[in-house]
């Protein structure tokens, strides 16, 4: 049955100096629909968004809100007609309660007074309508990250004329209950006959919520088609253009190097507690658990960042390092789960790279700039680092090539162990799939490296070994990959039998 | 889109207010330094002399000096108030070993100098162990170090008039020499201020300590997490700078041919104004001493250009004030036109 959509964007065209990031794109969306825009970093979904939301103008194309031409100046016109955009960075007021944000710049008024009672009420029902077990008084800093991004989806749902509702990678920070929970959420609204576009990263999460799919390349739209119609491997190849090698699972099993970390009732951060494991020379192991399990807490011990007890040893030796310096020295390296605690954003690509080895490439505290820069230029080249030179900024770079960045400073280091905490959050699925080849490759020429990831797919398609934690204990080591489910995973990780 | 960001809007822009927006934003203080100077050129006829731009010089060096460890200290992401303190206790300290103790120049300049670094030093192991804010504690250094400025000079210039005689009292010649010498008609404190941002330039472009204050200033927990040893990083930069201080105490000792405990009042913000002017993120990790050599010489440029067109002494103070407000409103705007 033909509908009316609510939503309907045709021929929309976009340039920036130099880059033509929309390119004659066109969409639309259903009452009650869910619609994933998917795309690589620079694919120009966040353009299509930005001019949907009347962030930015568009150069030429149609707009259509239930079927009426619209023009949006200004994020406050496109607000007036009922099309919200809920960014990644929360714009919520932390000492503020749930209620006051929700009704933030709207608060409904007896006289010259804020009429509270309204407030609390219908915030109340509102959350009690979407199922969310929440006190309306509670000051919105000390909720989760999840939970505070329920109140800014919840502060859309409120506005009394939304139609239209856009979620900007709503799931990047979120674990997978969390994730679970909005989904749920989203269904609730789906209900209310509104649309709702979401964009993300993740492929099997938008085949899992939306009812279409919409992949854009290189600002040209590549396919809208029916969620049911497709599957993880179609969405990449329409993604990078590029057809997929499947990273095989089920490595594991030789055990016969030599143990290089070897951790007995290791403990780290006051949390993490009686860690006993072994990591080989030339092994991925897998760190798996939901956040807030303690993988993060015992990365950081390791690496000198937390206060540690137990015994440690790396080669056989026993060492408790106290700083990074330490760390370094013993031959660690650590990628951090977020890359802007490791890489300093306003020096170029090649001195993010050396920062790690400023000793190695000096001589009496003075800089070998020849050395320097060809050792830079030879892992720009190895890891095919995207950038312009190796002289620009990192900041320009984009997530997955600023995480390049950060493993080619540890390679250069020629660490004996190599810690990545999530190294692929927040990253193309290109570089994404690049990274995790690279990892397996790191291994093979006899690298240890911990490696920490949430994704149960991800984890197995990269451990030799995997160890489940939770609570800030180690539950379950699994010795081999082959013939595990990431059901079984996410229910070791989650504590369900 | 984070590849667009790179290539802002105005590049683009082909109009003669585009093209000026443009020029501002590449070169902000030399474009300002040049239009300035071409003001006061047309405003009086003495300006744009030899004598007179060499004058600049001389009356700028001081604050160059000064302002070169500012801008390491500004690029670690902290701030040095206390440098015109320390400036007055090295400058002190030399003049009474100099003229009362009977010192030669170079141990006098030694003690000086090395009192100053060790001010600084203090300052840095303040901050740097006792993890207070950079602001808070060069504000106390401020005032306690111009304490003892005055506790040794009992608050009296050196040398002064009740105690010099004509066998001992006076400050040596290579220390005069120093201060308002000069080499072939170009001045020495113009040459050593130049020699001072030389040095400055190489540590900050070919030394590790140099990159380590740019990842510092630029992401701390990032340079900590490389493995360089933060603390240290921030003591030694106030080390240096207290060092700078010394070595500027010494030339305005020599200019003035006497010390007190007061000079250089004031010289943190002159110093800071450079810095800033001069395209130094306040915030750490970016900026350049040859911006801060622009900066300081565009504020010399201004008073010189003031006293020439005979401004009050205390309007002086009420354009400088001005100028500072004027150029950090100039840089966000810069940032915010580069950055969108």
Known sequence: ?497 | MSQNRAIPAWREGESLSRALVNLLLKGGSLVGLVALSAAFAILSPHFFTLGNWLNIFRQVAVVLIAASAQTMVIITAGIDLSVGSVLALGGCLAAVAMSYWGWPFVSGALLGVFFATLAGLASGVIIAKGRIPDFIATLGMLGAIRGIALLITGGLPVPSHFTATKLAGYLPQSIVWLGSGDIKGIPVPMVFALLVVAITWFILNRTTFGRSLYAVGGNREAARAAGINVDRIKILVYGVSGLYCGLAGLVLVGRMNSANALMAEGLELQTIAAVVIGGTNLFGGKGSVFGTLIGAILMGVLSNGLNLLNVEPFWQRVVNGLLIVAVVVFDQWRRRVTRD
């Open chain 1, 1 to 497: 049955m033909p509908q009316t959509p609510i939503l309907e964007v045709r021929n929309v065209s976009k340039s920036f100096p130099g880059v033509k990031a929309l390119d004659t794109v066109s969409m639309d969306v259903l009452p009650g629909e869910v619609h994933a825009l998917l795309g690589e970093n620079g694919a120009g979904k966040s353009t299509l968004m930005k001019i949907i939301s009347g962030i930015i103008p568009k150069d030429a194309g149609e707009i259509f809100l239930d079927g009426k031409p619209v023009h949006f100046l200004s994020p406050r016109d496109a607000l007036n007609a009922g099309v919200v955009l809920v960014q990644q960075e929360l714009s919520l007021v932390p000492d503020l309660s749930v209620a006051e944000n929700i009704f933030l710049g709207r608060w409904p008024r007896r006289g010259v007074q804020v009429d509270w009672n309204t407030i609390f009420s219908e915030t109340f029902h509102l959350l009690e309508r979407f199922g969310i077990k929440e006190d309306p008084r509670t000051p919105v800093g000390s909720l989760s990250v999840a939970e505070q991004q329920t109140v800014e989806i919840l502060k859309a749902v409120s506005r009394p004329n939304l139609r239209i509702l856009l979620l900007d990678e709503p799931t990047s920070a979120l674990s997978e209950d969390e994730v679970n929970r909005l989904f749920e959420l989203v269904a609730e609204i789906k209900k209310t006959g509104i649309g709702i576009i979401f964009i993300s990263h993740k492929l099997h999460e938008a085949l899992r919520i939306a009812d279409r799919v919409t992949v854009l390349r290189d600002g040209r739209k590549v396919v809208t088609e029916e969620a049911r119609r497709l599957d993880e491997r179609m969405l990449f190849e329409y993604l990078t253009g590029k057809s997929v090698e499947v990273l095989e699972t089920g490595h594991g099993g030789d055990h016969t190097e030599a143990v290089m970390l070897a951790l007995e009732g290791f403990s780290s951060g006051g949390f993490v507690r009686d860690v006993n494991l072994k990591v080989r020379k030339g092994e991925v192991f897998v760190l798996f658990g939901l956040i807030g399990s303690g993988r993060t807490t015992l990365a950081r011990g390791l690496f000198g960042l937390e206060r540690t007890t137990g015994k440690m040893t790396l080669e056989d030796k026993v060492v408790q390092p106290k700083s990074p310096q330490e760390a370094i020295a013993l031959g660690i390296g650590y990628l951090p789960e977020d890359r802007r605690q490791a890489l300093v954003y306003e020096l170029p690509v090649f001195a993010n790279i050396t920062l790690a080895i400023l000793s190695r490439v000096s001589r009496r505290g003075i800089l070998r700039l020849r050395e320097e820069t060809s050792l830079a230029e030879d892992f720009v080249r190895s890891l095919r680092i995207k950038t312009p030179n190796i002289f620009r900024e990192v900041l320009y770079l984009s997530g997955g090539n600023q995480q390049k960045v950060l493993l080619a400073r540890w390679l250069a280091r020629k660490p004996k162990l190599l810690i990545m905490d999530e190294p692929t959050r927040g990253i193309d699925v290109g570089a994404k799939f690049e990274i995790r080849a690279m990892v397996r490759d790191l291994a093979r020429q006899g690298l240890a490296i911990l490696y920490i990831t949430s994704e149960p797919v991800e984890a197995l398609e990269v451990a030799d070994r995997i160890a489940v934690m939770r609570g800030g204990r180690i539950v379950r080591i699994f010795e081999r990959t082959d013939g595990i489910d990431k059901t079984v995973l996410l229910a070791v990780a989650s504590g369900v039998s």
